[in-house]
């Protein structure tokens, strides 16, 4: 199984990333995706998830500003980030979970003038 961020890099406050974590060697549909994110210092936290359903949740922090979305066709899961604020500033992880969790390697988003 193999999970591949991709789509980070530097914004502006007030801009937009798309972020893109592509599976393989699973069952994409089956599978409960999400997106995390570790800040430095800090612990690694639930951004969004997004059920085998469609069904989303998301952080406090980032909702009204995320969009946590599938491609089943594609074995894709995307996190579409607006208004990038200073504190969204981490590396962020997808995750894959059924019977035990696969997590991808991490792509770096720093929103910095």
């Known amino acids: 199984v193999q999970l591949v961020e991709s789509g980070g890099g530097l914004v502006q406050p007030g801009g937009s990333l798309r972020l893109s974590c592509a599976a393989s060697g699973l069952i994409f549909s089956n599978y409960v995706m999400s997106w995390y994110r570790q800040a430095p210092g800090k612990e690694r936290e639930l951004v969004a998830v997004?059920?085998?359903?469609?069904?989303?949740n998301y952080a406090d922090s980032v909702k009204g500003r995320f969009t946590i979305s599938r491609d089943n066709a594609k074995n894709t899961v995307y996190l579409q980030m607006n208004s990038l604020k200073p504190e969204d500033t981490a590396v962020y992880y997808c995750?894959?979970?059924?019977?035990?969790?696969?997590w991808g390697q991490g792509t770096q988003v720093t929103v910095s003038s």
């Open positions: 997004i059920r085998t359903t469609g069904s989303t």
């Open positions: 995750r894959a979970v059924l019977l035990r969790d696969y």
